[in-house]
């Protein structure tokens, strides 16, 4: 592990930094074409956007309004706090540098979580072929601002391992620069009840006050957005690909459009009160028990489970997801029953989801695209039965309060 660790590590900064940067500078697409990944010439687009919003905003434009600097419309779908930078005169002749600055930040990120803690060998080839992804490349290629995230929320997760006020208040700033975050707060289930509830509740609250001073914001962003269908996952993707003209193109009336919606919210909740259930049903500590990653986990898996039920996202935010690497390799092997199954499907099909893009190449559009909803979908039900199964045992007795109610009412008309 000596010698794994760090090798795998420099080569991952390597190929990444090699294959933004030969674009970005030099056009040249040869090694960043190899993932597949939708490029956008000259690169680094969203830092581009966030240039064309400033421009907008010197001319005494509201870019979450409106941005007729920028020449495909589309408005600065970012919290009103990072208007803050306009200030310093941005402008589009700015673009690489911003780029160049978020790349290095994120590089930086990987290097934060790569060394917060002690893996084992499949761990870091895990994490190397997840790093390397199309998913993560996209991400680059775009210098987006989840590149960003992921740094902030890595440091707040080698933060909580020694101090866990610090680490809510880096977690609450994160929040604030992308509502997201706010879904990872389940982490601090690693404290007593007791400080769980003063700290989870003091987190909420404030971020509450934010949410109702910014509601509008809030509101705009969420409707400028765009729903996307290619290179994305949430819990509509899967039918609006049937009507994508670049993948099954199939004509759906409204009607139809209707009745799928209702059916991925039917089947989103089948699905969640499922494993619920048979979440509560594993014995407490039995298989899933709480390991030395699982803080990690519970901020991926919260950050993937909101996102996927709540909107269709690119899938450069699949990004949060490399935080469950770690405890997901924990618990593949049980000492008495061997490969547990539920954290090997769901970690194969974080890596198949994410390598989506190169496997378009072999499989073409329309079965790559079946492949990756169905790995979402496991992804989504693989990680919540974990988080309930791993839920501390005084947790599992509050969710457990309204079914012991509802035994007893049972119990008392039977008599």
Known sequence: ??????L????????LAVSIFSFVFFQNVWLLRKWNIPIDPPGFLDSRQFAWASEAYAMGYDPLI???????????NYPRIWHIFFHLGINESHTNIIGTIIVVLFLFGIGIFWFSKKFNNLTYLILFIVFLSPAVMLGVERSNI????????ALAILVNYYYSIPALLIFMFASVLKLYPVFGFIYLLKENKKRFWRLFLSAIGGFIIYGIISFGDFKQVFETTPKLVNSSFGIHVWWMGLRNGRIFAIPLSESAVTFFTVFSYILSILIVGLTWF???????QKNYI?????????????IFIACFLLMNTHDYRLIFLIFTVPQLVAWLRDKERGVLFVPLITLVSIVLSMWN??????????????IEEFCNWIIL?????????????????YLRRPYSGIKSINKTIAH
Not at 8 to 15: D, P, R, Y
């Open 290 to 302: 709480p390991g030395e990653h699982i803080d990690a986990f519970r901020v991926g898996a919260g």
């Open 146 to 153: 989840e590149l960003i995230l992921f740094s902030i929320l």
């Open 1 to 6: 592990m000596t010698k794994i660790r760090p």
């Open 66 to 76: 409106e941005n007729p600097v920028n020449p495909r419309g589309h408005q600065l």
């Open 278 to 284: 048979y979440g509560m049903r594993e014995p407490y």
């Open 8 to 15: 795998l590590f420099v080569v991952t900064i390597l190929i």
């Open 357 to 370: 893009a190169f496997i378009m190449h072999f499989l073409g559009r329309k079965i790559t695209f079946v």
């Open 381 to 397: 039900a693989g990680l919540f039965y974990l988080v309930i199964s791993s839920l501390p045992d005084w947790f599992r007795d």
